[in-house]
């Protein structure tokens, strides 16, 4: 395993049938790992399961290392069907609406200082830090009636 923010030499050395008797041995240029990890992409969702057209609010809780911050955001709703942006998308929030029911994929791209970037979407099958966003049928308006 490699660290990171550490520089490694390499050599490849190569044998002959017989194990004693050394064939060839070629040095490599050294290589530096970079200095941490890219950041590590979560968000919340509220609310956690959502209607149809209920106002939904997409909040970034990524974690960022190597004493960086997180610089930018950007928020990806490209090929998701009835969606209503209603805030910007290049915060560490946003907030939406989607006028119909499913599985949607909002992706989300973080950008720390050292300039690491991550970007995942919501429903990616191999994601398992973001939340699924589904959004349910929209709650029925209820009406009280007093008894005749």
């Given at each position: ?6 520089t490694?030499?390499?050599a490849?050395?190569?044998?002959e ?15 530096t ?23 939904v ?8 290392s ?10 990806d ?22 006028s ?28 398992d ?7 349910g049928?929209?709650i029925?308006?209820?009406?009280e009636?007093?008894?005749?």
């Open positions: 395993v490699l660290s990171f923010n550490k490694y030499n390499w490849v050395r190569v044998w049938s017989d194990p004693e008797r050394l064939s060839a041995v070629e040095i490599g240029p050294s290589f790992t970079m200095a941490h990890a890219a950041p590590a992409l979560q968000f919340t969702l509220s609310p956690a399961r959502p209607s149809r057209d209920e106002q609010t997409l909040t970034d809780t990524t974690v960022v190597g004493g960086a911050t997180k610089t930018a955001w950007n928020w709703f490209t090929g998701v069907d009835g969606v209503t942006l209603l805030s910007a998308t290049n915060g560490s929030q946003v907030v939406a609406k989607f119909t029911s499913g599985s949607k994929n909002v992706k989300l791209r973080v950008t720390d200082s050292d300039g690491f970037n991550c970007q995942k979407g919501a429903n990616d099958d191999a994601n830090s973001l939340p699924n966003i589904t959004i049928r929209s029925p308006l209820f009406r009636v007093l008894p005749r």
